[in-house]
């Protein structure tokens, strides 16, 4: 079994709140809009990371660290994960043309700052889009999704809030 930490769009904001949920974690997942490399370096340090990079990444992350698509398989289960994703029915063109390619059973995606989960029948995979765990943006609370992967088993997600404003 492992258990994954999802997160997107911290915009170079990372707070010890944020690290604390993680921390039983086996794997993070970050699915773009990382926004400084100092973010990426504290999460890539902390526990092993798959991440893309996002529409306000640039420099080193964007252009040597980072693609814009990651496929792997996590134990059994097929995982695309990107950052401007869309959302069964809705899927951005780029997002649905590696779909059609991949066929994932589980689909990343940040962007939107809207907190999502969802069962795409046409596609036979799941579409998870954590929210945002940064400050910057238009969210009202900030989130991240836990889950754990056992076999094929996508099971035991859950929604982690923290307060938008940090003292």
Known sequence: MTKIGILSDTHGFLDESVMNALKN????????????????????????????????DGGALRYIELRQFNFFQCEQVSVLLTHIGGYPKRYAFEARQEILKYKPQLFVCGHSHILKVQYDKDFNMLCVNPGAAGISGQHMVRTIIRLEIDGTNIQNLEVVEFPKHVN
């Open 25 to 56: 974690c086996d794997e993070i997942w970050h699915a773009g809009d990382i926004g400084s490399e100092e973010v990426y370096n504290q999460l890539k340090d902390f526990k092993p990371l798959r991440a893309v990079y996002g529409n306000m």
